[in-house]
């Protein structure tokens, strides 16, 4: 059992950054994959980052490419989402994400089997 608390949402200006933070609890120790997805009223939701435990080359959506940045620290659980250049149509929910195994090909929510509760992110122009 795997339980996930982000933190670190709130409201900036375009421009703007901020930082989310989803601490882990539970089973983690196998070999997983976090990932970080979004949720905007209206819009179809979306996989923005996606990390493996084991390293290698973290994944991210076009629409982020640049501007975000996917780390892990092992020490304390937690992955972060670094979010730079935010734009207004980042605004959504953002949900981190975990499931066991690789990441390669699992961009689809429901490859994931554990999810946090949501933290809201607001860009305004």
């Known amino acids: 059992q795997v339980q996930l608390v982000e933190s670190g949402g709130g409201a900036v200006q375009a421009g703007g950054s901020l930082r989310l933070s989803c601490a882990t609890f539970?089973?983690?120790?196998?070999?997983?994959?976090m990932a970080w997805f979004r949720q905007a009223p209206g819009k179809e939701g979306e996989g923005v980052a996606f990390?493996?435990?084991?390293?290698?080359?973290?994944y991210y959506a076009d629409s982020v490419k640049g501007r975000f940045t996917i780390s892990q620290d092992n020490a304390k659980n937690t992955v972060y989402l670094q979010m730079n250049s935010l734009k207004p149509e980042d605004t959504a929910m953002y949900y981190c994400?975990?499931?066991?195994?690789?990441?390669?090909?699992?961009?689809?929510?429901?490859?994931?089997?554990?999810w946090g509760q949501g933290t809201q992110v607001t860009v305004s122009s």
């Open positions: 990390i493996y435990s084991g390293g290698g080359t973290p």
């Open positions: 539970g089973d983690t120790y196998s070999a997983n994959c």
């Open positions: 994400a975990f499931r066991y195994g690789g990441c390669v090909g699992r961009l689809s929510r429901n490859e994931y089997n554990y």
